[in-house]
């Protein structure tokens, strides 16, 4: 359904076209804005603009809600796996039986990467950050996979989003290895997704390895949790790659480089090195005071976030996963875990957060149970890119299908020097 609303600019009255959603608020469309008045619309940081229509995943910020495909986050966290969700994300409807088995099929078959993808690594020093040979790696594939950088073809669209939803787990792993000094450990495919995972990154080749299952489980439910967000940045550098034409390894390897930042992805890594600089409870009302202090740059990692101002309905699911792998793991009392939940409590009783609404996001809690499983800090944000992909993935397919599809390219308000002649270095004084 749409409506029409009045602007008026100049005293001339125009005509705008409301346009509604199937839930969450109304749209002014713009788009001949500049047309009818001269003028562009402002608004850095995108906070009132949505800059695309999309059936994937909607949130409401205020009431603390997120669905896929409309089902809520916590039963698809609690009843699904990360396959079935990636299935949900991409064609819209969860599978049956039968389309599960060969979507699962489908991806295993992907799961090695091309061999001479090993000199890559190698060229790396051992102490790279993961998410920087992530974000080349990525954007590498599409110098090894020429039969899928058809954007214009249904079919290579399809093999290139099988082949990176299937070989993230495969590089991230990668990644790991090549830091710690071990040998890659290929794939096995008679295991699940996560359980394929955990063994490439945790297996040698001199031991047997045996996947814990509640540990995988609760990587997978971590993988559910991270999946998609909407708009977000990463997914919006995604679509705007895309919306050039550019290839989609490019473009997924566009979206790793700006989850990278501490204000996205980068969170999680930052949340859990600032638990660990708080060290002890006590030294909580120092920190709490610093994220306080207009003149300290300091802000609480882990807290607030763009559009959640309620709790965020991934982090009550991620505490009790917390929870249950520290349990499955005998760490009784881990003094991270002790500084995270007093921290929160604190922090949610405090006047600042309350006012400004700023509640525990998804990474406050992550970076705690991912150390519990083993992986070292810079991994954080590399098993976020692992688990977004395929988010990324159905924002550029649904971007891509949709015939009213443009390059993306934002205007500004331009504050710099007008026009003026060019001096010599001469007549410079
Ligand atoms: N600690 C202290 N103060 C904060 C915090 C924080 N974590 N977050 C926001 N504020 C204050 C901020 O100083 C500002 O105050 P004022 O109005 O007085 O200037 C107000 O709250 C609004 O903040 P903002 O920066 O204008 O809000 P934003 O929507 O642009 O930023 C955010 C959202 C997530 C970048 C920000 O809350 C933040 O930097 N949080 C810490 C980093 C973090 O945890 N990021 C993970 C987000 S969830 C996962 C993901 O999306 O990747």
Request: glycine residues 6%; charged residues 20%.
């Amino acid at each position: 359904m749409s409506s029409n609303t009045t602007l008026t600019v100049d005293n001339k009255a125009v005509e705008l076209a409301v346009k509604e959603g199937a839930i969450g608020p109304s749209v002014i469309d713009i788009s001949k804005l500049y047309a009818q008045t001269g003028m562009f619309t402002y608004d850095p940081g995108f906070t009132s603009t949505a800059s695309c229509e999309s059936k994937i995943t909607y949130i409401d910020g205020d009431k603390g809600v997120l669905l896929y495909r409309g089902y809520p986050i916590d039963q698809l966290a609690e009843h699904g796996d990360f396959l079935e969700t990636c299935y949900l994300l991409l064609y819209g409807e969860l599978p049956t039986a039968a389309q599960k088995a060969d979507f699962d099929y489908r991806v295993t078959r992907h799961t090695m990467v091309h061999d001479q993808m090993n000199r890559f690594f190698t060229g790396f020093r051992r102490d790279a950050h993961p998410m920087a040979i992530m974000v080349a790696c990525v954007g590498a594939l599409s110098a090894f996979y020429h039969d899928s950088t058809d954007i214009s073809d249904p079919q290579q669209r399809m093999i290139a989003s099988m082949r990176m939803i299937a070989k993230m787990p495969t590089l991230a792993a990668m990644a790991y290895k090549y830091s710690i000094g071990q040998p890659f450990v290929y794939p096995q495919n008679d295991l699940d997704y996560t359980s394929n995972f955990l063994r490439m990154c945790f297996a040698v080749p001199c031991e047997d390895y045996k996947v814990n299952p509640v540990l995988a489980r609760a990587l997978d439910r971590i993988f559910i949790l991270h999946a998609d967000h909407e708009q977000n940045a990463s997914t919006s550098t995604v679509r705007l790659a895309g919306s050039s034409g550019a290839n989609p390894f490019a473009c997924i390897a566009a979206g790793i480089a700006c989850l990278w930042g501490p204000a996205h992805g980068g969170a999680n890594e930052a949340a859990l090195k600032m638990l660990e600089e708080i060290g002890t409870p006590d030294r909580i009302p120092e920190f709490i005071a610093r994220a306080k202090d207009k003149n300290d740059p300091f802000r609480l990692m882990g807290f607030g976030h763009r559009v959640y101002k309620n709790y965020d309905p991934r982090a009550r699911i991620m505490q009790k996963t917390t929870h249950e792998v520290l349990s499955e793991l005998g760490i009784k009392d881990d003094p991270l875990l002790d500084v995270a939940m007093e921290l929160e409590q604190i922090a949610l009783k405090d006047e600042y957060f309350i006012e400004k609404k700023l509640y525990p996001n998804i990474d406050f809690y992550s970076g705690i149970t991912l150390k519990a499983m083993g992986f070292p800090t810079s991994m954080f944000t590399v098993l976020f890119a692992l688990a977004r992909t395929v988010g990324w993935i159905a924002q550029w397919s649904e971007m891509i299908e949709d015939p009213s599809q443009r390059i993306g390219r934002p205007r500004q308000l331009y504050t710099g020097p007008a026009e003026r002649d060019y001096v010599t270095v001469a007549q410079r004084g």
